[in-house]
């Protein structure tokens, strides 16, 4: 699992208020723009590409693209 303290220091890159994420299963979510980025092999893809909409996780709790 992702270390805590590594968590509170990511922030969403897509934000300019850079708020903090929140772990949501095999995503870090932000809930200011409603997306959510995967996490492979516990590093987290910080890049506004890889995102995914949060509606579709919430929807089908989708697995991250290889
Ligand atoms: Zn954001």
Redesign the pocket.
């Known amino acids: 699992m992702l270390n805590p303290e590594l968590l509170a220091i990511l922030a969403?890159p897509?934000?300019e208020e850079r708020?903090p994420l929140e772990l949501h299963g095999e995503y870090l979510v932000?809930h200011?723009?409603r997306?959510a980025y995967p996490i492979r092999d516990e590093i987290p893809a910080l890049l506004v590409e890889e995102a995914v909409p949060l509606d579709e996780i919430e929807a089908g709790e989708k697995t991250p693209r290889a």
């Open positions: 969403c897509a934000c708020p932000c200011r723009c997306r």
